[in-house]
């Protein structure tokens, strides 16, 4: 008697996370819904899937989502990223600025990842603590506080900080108290930018 079990590819598994990820998947994602590694290549040879990358996969019919790069660029580098500073602020809808390239948060002790074409990886010495990172189309991204101070360090043109807390605070995404705290770090430059950002803004 055999008593190996068969693992039944789930396809409604997988169409859930792929439809939560703007058609995107990865290799490990697959196979929690049962797709090994021959069906992946099945369904890629027979045009269902299309391999974007080693390990990254998407849904052929799905349609294009706005973002959708910064799902595709966050699954490529794994979990342990966030994503964040303009891309963040792209998928918060806070800002009109476009950025020309994806940007990640790692910790320190993933300074040495290899950043993908069109990727900035940033590296922290004030790692995201938990209240600091939410889910947003499916990937973790840094919270509106945490994004505006971010790009306010980084060198955002200060009328974008400006229109970002302005909208933030409008659609009740932050709060005064929470970006100044989330400013205090940073030091002088950047908390006068949050300042004149929230007085700007009537705050």
């Known amino acids: 008697m055999n008593d190996k079990t068969v693992i039944r590819p789930d396809q409604e598994a997988l169409f859930q996370t792929a439809s939560g990820q703007a058609g995107y998947f990865t290799t490990e994602q697959a196979a929690a819904a049962g797709f090994s590694s021959a069906l992946l290549t099945h369904h890629t040879k027979t045009g269902r899937f299309v391999r974007v990358a080693r390990g990254l996969y998407r849904l052929r019919d799905f349609p294009s989502e706005p973002g959708e790069e910064i799902v595709a660029a966050w699954l ?3 979990t342990g990223a966030v994503v964040s500073h303009e891309s963040a602020l792209e998928l918060l809808g806070l800002s009109d600025v476009i950025a020309d390239r994806v940007h ?6 993933r300074r040495r990842l290899v950043a993908e074409p069109g990727v900035t990886i940033h590296t922290t010495t004030h790692p995201c603590a938990d209240a600091e990172v939410i889910s947003r189309h499916g990937v973790r991204l ?3 506080a945490r994004t505006i101070v971010d790009v306010a360090a980084g060198g955002v043109a200060p009328d974008q900080v400006s229109v970002a807390v302005s909208q933030a605070l409008r659609r009740g995404l932050t709060t005064p108290a929470l970006l100044r705290e989330a400013a205090r770090p940073r030091g002088h430059r950047v908390q006068r930018l949050i300042e004149a ?4 803004a009537g705050a």
């Open 197 to 200: 950002a929230l007085a700007g």
């Open 142 to 144: 840094t919270a509106p």
């Open 104 to 109: 990640l948060t790692v910790s320190r002790e």
């Open 76 to 78: 490529r580098q794994g």
